[in-house]
């Protein structure tokens, strides 16, 4: 008798935004904000070419302060190396246009994997624990809203197709990611980090040295003591990559931050 199988679902590029702060505004906002937020992905994929493919995307749809959505897998070179400073200059578009409304920033997280038509499964999952990831939520929150609006995470999935593969990604460089170990709830795995525009070496070296007596990363901050509303959080660790991941050097953050949304 026949061993029974089942094919592997088709993989799927999955890309996913969060809207920073989302839950400071009013009711009204919010429903603004939601519906800015998939225009403004109309108009940054048809930027780079990809207005097509959007408008055939897959189990699109809103997640309340942002948007998911599957693409073919093959765009991963465009989503990765030109969307994230399409993405920056639409969403500079709109801070001028609506100049009396908050600046709107965006988490970014893309991924890739088997995924069946209704997008439910582990890529699914993985996708949104990378854009939950503390360090993103961080850069964004630490930025100028006026400077810096986009944040983008990818999994080392998708940076290793894209990367390893030689194909072309616009003005792009592996080097403008930075290599983070992502730990959600039950989820770690190693992704990159991008914002649009920085050069990771280009940061003061003082901003990595690690205080004696901090916990590493995900260890619970005691909340008696009147200090600890002024502790340092825990570490956000980044490491600096060149091309391919050829060179790098691990550094670790420790700075209070906000990011919540």
Same mark, same amino acid.
């Given at each position: 008798?026949?061993?029974?199988? *089942?094919?592997?679902?088709?993989?799927?590029?999955? %890309?996913?935004?969060?809207?920073? #702060?989302?839950?400071?505004?009013?009711?009204?906002?919010?429903?603004?904000?939601?519906?800015?937020?998939?225009? $403004? $992905?109309?108009?940054?994929?048809?930027?780079?070419? %990809?207005?097509?493919?959007?408008?055939?995307?897959?189990?699109?749809?809103?997640?309340?302060?942002?948007?998911?959505?599957?693409?073919?897998?093959?765009?991963?070179?465009?989503?990765?190396?030109?969307?994230?400073? +399409?993405?920056?200059?639409?969403?500079?578009?709109?801070?001028? *246009?609506? @100049?009396?409304?908050? @600046?709107?920033? $965006?988490?970014?997280?893309?991924?890739?994997?088997?995924?069946?038509?209704?997008? $439910?499964?582990?890529?699914?999952?993985?996708?949104?624990?990378? %854009?939950?990831?503390?360090?993103?939520?961080?850069?964004? +929150?630490? +930025? #100028?809203?006026?400077?810096?609006?986009?944040?983008?995470?990818?999994?080392?999935?998708?940076?290793?197709?894209?990367?390893?593969?030689?194909?072309?990604?616009?003005?792009?460089?592996?080097?403008?990611?930075?290599?983070?170990?992502?730990?959600?709830?039950?989820? *770690?795995?190693?992704?990159?980090?991008?914002?649009?525009? %920085?050069?990771?070496?280009?940061?003061? @070296?003082?901003?990595?040295?690690? @205080?004696?007596?901090?916990?590493?990363?995900?260890?619970?901050?005691?909340?008696?003591?009147? *200090?600890?509303?002024?502790?340092?959080?825990?570490?956000?660790?980044? #490491?600096?990559?060149?091309?391919?991941?050829?060179?790098?050097?691990?550094?670790?953050?420790? #700075?209070?931050?906000?990011?919540?949304?």
């Amino acid at each position: 008798m026949t061993p029974s199988w *089942e094919q592997l679902w088709p993989y799927r590029a999955v %890309l996913a935004v969060d809207a920073r #702060n989302f839950s400071a505004h009013t009711g009204k906002v919010m429903q603004q904000v939601n519906a800015d937020i998939q225009q $403004l $992905l109309a108009r940054a994929l048809t930027t780079i070419g %990809l207005s097509g493919r959007w408008e055939r995307r897959m189990f699109g749809q809103h997640t309340g302060d942002g948007y998911v959505a599957g693409l073919d897998p093959e765009v991963l070179p465009g989503l990765v190396g030109c969307f994230p400073d +399409a993405l920056r200059e639409a969403l500079s578009a709109r801070r001028k *246009e609506h @100049p009396g409304q908050p @600046p709107l920033q $965006l988490r970014v997280s893309i991924h890739v994997g088997p995924l069946p038509n209704s997008g $439910l499964g582990v890529p699914m999952v993985h996708t949104h624990r990378l %854009l939950d990831d503390q360090a993103l939520r961080s850069l964004l +929150a630490r +930025a #100028n809203p006026e400077v810096t609006n986009t944040a983008v995470i990818i999994s080392q999935r998708a940076y290793e197709d894209v990367f390893d593969s030689g194909c072309a990604t616009g003005e792009t460089v592996a080097g403008q990611f930075a290599r983070r170990l992502v730990k959600v709830k039950t989820f *770690e795995q190693p992704a990159w980090l991008h914002v649009p525009g %920085l050069d990771w070496g280009l940061a003061d @070296p003082a901003i990595f040295e690690t @205080p004696d007596g901090v916990p590493a990363a995900g260890t619970p901050q005691p909340t008696t003591a009147p *200090e600890a509303a002024k502790a340092v959080s825990p570490g956000v660790t980044f #490491n600096n990559h060149g091309d391919h991941g050829t060179f790098g050097v691990d550094q670790t953050i420790h #700075n209070t931050f906000g990011g919540q949304r």
